[in-house]
């Protein structure tokens, strides 16, 4: 470390920012500063399945921001047409629910129509999800001081408070949502995804929805949970997922009994949690 390089550095430090908010980028990209190291190479902090992480999340920024909104549509919908043609465990989980509770065949017009606007719902909600979170404004919210005044008996309860949700609609603005309502820390648990890559990535994600995840592979998973509820925190929850060992309190869902997690109540009841649904 010489006076020179700080001197380098600082300057730099006040350029780039200043560069990426003369061009419309600095809210769109994640915390930036300069670095000035000894090397004249480009470095890439983690693995390489980080840096696709990165990389395909920049794109799909990219086709948020930039693409007309019927070009994107007529996007989604191809790649959904597309992606539903691979075979995966939650495509042939989505058929066997089709035929449960419905009756119907996977190969049934309404079922492969189903199968087709539920993929392409997805895909939008994500895309919607980001340009809410780097462009905020860009989805209107409705309703949010009605649904204050209803939850406010729970905001009020002595120990933290916990919301449950479903992958029913975009959760994951359920979440932002949720945090600027109560005003608390808010945390959320989640389930690592296969692709290491994709963990930072959503990492960082929530973090700037002010989101704390609590990923539950974590051996300290329970004990942050009721670190975080002792401290009177929000916590979030989603309530569709199979309970850990398929056990849990058994309620009728869709006309079949079906075991959910038993984990929100116990945690309501040993902190006096406050209880509340957004979806």
């Known amino acids: 470390v010489t006076p020179e390089r700080v001197r380098v550095a600082r300057a730099c430090a006040t350029i780039f920012p200043t560069a990426l908010k003369e061009r419309g980028y ?17 470095g890439v902090r983690g ?23 019927p070009l994107l549509e ?18 042939a989980r989505l058929r066997i629910n089709l035929r449960k509770i419905h009756n119907l065949p996977h190969t049934s017009v309404f079922a492969r129509m189903f199968e087709q606007q539920l993929v392409a719902s997805q895909i939008f909600m994500v895309l919607e999800t980001i340009s809410e979170v780097h462009r905020p404004g ?10 204050m005044r209803a939850i406010q008996p729970a905001i009020d309860a002595p120990g933290g408070l916990l919301f449950v949700t479903a992958h029913l609609g975009s959760w994951e603005l359920c979440a932002m949502a949720a945090t600027k309502i109560c005003k608390l820390p808010m945390h959320v648990l989640a389930k690592p995804p296969k692709q290491r890559g994709a963990t930072a990535v959503i990492d960082a994600f929530r973090r700037r929805m002010q989101v704390n995840v609590f990923w539950t592979d974590r051996k300290t998973l329970l004990r942050d949970m009721m670190a975080a509820a002792k401290k009177g925190e929000a916590i979030g929850f ?15 869902f869709f006309g079949l009994t079906t075991p959910f997690g038993n984990g929100p ?15």
């Open 74 to 91: 007529g996007i989604v919908h191809a790649l959904a047409s597309v992606i539903r043609l691979f075979p995966s465990k939650e495509r």
């Open 265 to 279: 109540a116990l945690l309501a009841a040993r902190f006096h949690c406050g209880v509340a649904s957004i979806f």
């Open 138 to 147: 860009s989805v209107e919210i409705v309703g949010l001081d009605d649904y």
């Open 47 to 69: 693995t390489i399945e980080q840096f696709a992480g990165w990389l395909a999340y920049g794109l799909i920024q990219l086709l948020t921001f930039y693409t007309p909104r």
């Open 26 to 42: 600095y809210d769109r990209v994640s915390p930036a500063f300069a670095v000035l190291g000894n090397d004249r190479a480009v």
């Open 238 to 252: 989603v309530m569709d997922q199979k309970p850990e060992g398929r056990i849990g309190h058994e309620v009728p």
